[in-house]
C-alpha cells in the first residue's frame, strides 16, 4: 500500500524534514545543502517544521523577556493564563521575528551576492533558530529550582543563579549565531569570513528596520 493510501500517513519527503528539524544541531552541513532545493515537494515539505520551529522559538523568546518575569504581580494572572498569554504572545512574536529577520538576512545575503530568494533566506534562518527552541528546556528546571517565582519581580530567583539561567541562555543565542553562519557558508558555498560577515550586516539592517518607527515619530 501507498502512503497516500492512508490519509493520516506522513509523506517520507516531510518526515525526512521533520528528522533534518531535529538533526540540524547534530549534522547541521547536509541539512543547510538540502535547502538548495527549490522543487515543489520539498518546499512544501519543510512548511511544517519550519512553523513549529518558529513557534517554539518565539515562545522561547516572549519567556526570556522582563514581561515574563512580572506576569504573576498581577493577582488574576495563574498558571493556565501564563500558558495561553506564552502560545499566542510566542505565535506573534515567533512569526513577526521571523519574517523581520528573514528579510534582514536576505538583504544581508544579496549584500554580500548571494542571488538566493526571500523565501530561501527565511528557511535558512528558521533553521538556526532550532538551538533557540531548545532553549526551552531551562524553563523546567527553573520551575523546579524557584516555583511561581520564575514569574514574578518580588520572588526568590535573584542573583547568581538567574545569571547562571541567563548566561546559559545566552548560550543558545549564541548557538543559533554560529548555526547560522555554518548555514550561511553551505547554502550559498562561501568562505568563513564571507559567510561570518552575513552576522553583521544582519544586525546592521535589523537596527535599521528597528529603528525606522522612531525615527518616523
Do not use: C, K
Not at 520539498?42 to 522582563?66: C, F, H, K, S
Not at 548555526?179 to 558555498?189: K, N, P, S
Amino acid at each position: 500500500m501507498r502512503a497516500a493510501d492512508y490519509p493520516l500517513a506522513v509523506d517520507p519527503v516531510e518526515r525526512e524534514w521533520w528528522r533534518r528539524a531535529v538533526g540540524v544541531v547534530a549534522r547541521p552541513r547536509p541539512v543547510f545543502a538540502a535547502l538548495r532545493s527549490e522543487q515543489a515537494e520539498d518546499v512544501e515539505a519543510r512548511q511544517e517544521p519550519i512553523l513549529a520551529i518558529v513557534l517554539l522559538a518565539g515562545i522561547a523568546g516572549v519567556l526570556a523577556t522582563p514581561v515574563a518575569g512580572q506576569l504573576y504581580d498581577e493577582p488574576a494572572v495563574d498558571g493556565l493564563f501564563i500558558a495561553i498569554w506564552a502560545f499566542i504572545a510566542g505565535g506573534v512574536y515567533g512569526v513577526a521575528g521571523y519574517f523581520l529577520l528573514g528579510a534582514a538576512l536576505w538583504l544581508a545575503l544579496r549584500s554580500l551576492g548571494s542571488d538566493g530568494r526571500f523565501r530561501r533566506a527565511r528557511h535558512l534562518l528558521a533553521f538556526a533558530l532550532v538551538p533557540i527552541v531548545l532553549s526551552l528546556g531551562l524553563l523546567p528546571v527553573e520551575l523546579a529550582v524557584y516555583g511561581g517565582d520564575v514569574f514574578g519581580s518580588n520572588g526568590s530567583d535573584e542573583g547568581t543563579g538567574t545569571a547562571v539561567f541567563e548566561l546559559l541562555r545566552l548560550v543558545f543565542l549564541l548557538w543559533a549565531a554560529g548555526l547560522l553562519v555554518v548555514g550561511v557558508r553551505e547554502l550559498e558555498r562561501w568562505s568563513w569570513p564571507r559567510a561570518a560577515g552575513t552576522i553583521g550586516l544582519l544586525s546592521l539592517f535589523t537596527a535599521a528596520f528597528l529603528a525606522v518607527p522612531t525615527l518616523l515619530g
